[in-house]
C-alpha cells in the first residue's frame, strides 16, 4: 500500500515538472458526463515538443496547449447512449517513446421532453423541390462541422449570445409530429424580442451566412480545432465569411426568419459532429 502510495507520488512529481521521464497524466473534466454535455481532457507529462492526438468512443480529439500540458474538448452527441466510453491518448515527442494512455468515462443517461404535436399535413409534408432543399442544407452543414481547422481562436469563456439572464431551454426535445419522430432540438431558445442585438459567444471566424429553409437567416462561427456555434432565425446579419469576430461583438439581430413561431433566437453548438448543448458551453471556464 504504502509502496504504491509512494509511486503514485513520485509520478505525480513527475507529472509537475513535466520531466522527460515523467508519466502520462490524464483527467477528464468533468470525470462524470452526461448525454449532449461537453467536457475537456487535460493531458500532463506529454512535453513541450510532443504530439498528442486520442479519441473518446468514435471520436477524435483535436489538442491544443494549455495551462502547462495540452487539452482537447469532447462533445458527448446528444443522442450517445448511456454507458461507458473508452478513451485513449498518445503521445508522440522528438526523441522519445511514444506512450499511450487509456481509460474509460462515464455517460449518464439525461430524459428530454417528449412533444407530440398534430399539424396539418401541408406544413409537415415539404413539397419535393423544398424537401430537396433542406436535406442539401442539412448537408452543407455537416460538411461545416467536418472541417476542422486547426487554429484555436476561442480564449476563455464563452457569453451568451443576448443579453438577460433567463436560460435557454428545449435542448434535447423529441417531436412527434404526427406520429412520426422528427430530429431532436438540437439547441437552446432564447426569447427576446425581433431586433435585439445577437452576440459571438467566444472569438472565431466567421464559417457561413446563409438563408435556410429552416434556420432562416443563420450565421455559423468557427472557432476553431472543430468547435462551432450556431445562431439561427435572425433578421438580419451584420457579418461575412471569413470575418474574424470577437467574444460579445454583435453579428446580427435576433427575428423570426425560416421555420419559427415567432421572433427567438436558437443557438446551438456542435464538436465536430457531436450536437452539445450548448448552455455546457457556457458553463466551461478555461483561463485564457
Ligand atoms: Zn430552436
Known sequence: MWLVV?????????????????RLAVVVHPARLSVGDVGWLHVRGAGDAATVEGSVGERSLTFFRYAGGHAAVVGIDLETRPGTLPWRVATLGPGREPRIAHGRVKVSGRSFPVQRLTLPERMVDLEPETERRAVAETERLRMLFRTISGERLWRGRFTRPVAGTEPGTGFGARRIINGRPRMPHSGIDFSAGSGTPVVAANAGRVALVAHFFFPGRLVAIDHGLGLYTLYFHLEHAIVTEDERVGRGQTIGAVGATGRATGPHLHFAAQVGSARIDPAGLLGLSFRD
Open 6 to 22: 509512494a509511486l503514485v507520488w513520485l509520478a505525480s512529481t513527475a507529472d509537475a515538472r513535466a520531466e522527460p521521464s515523467g
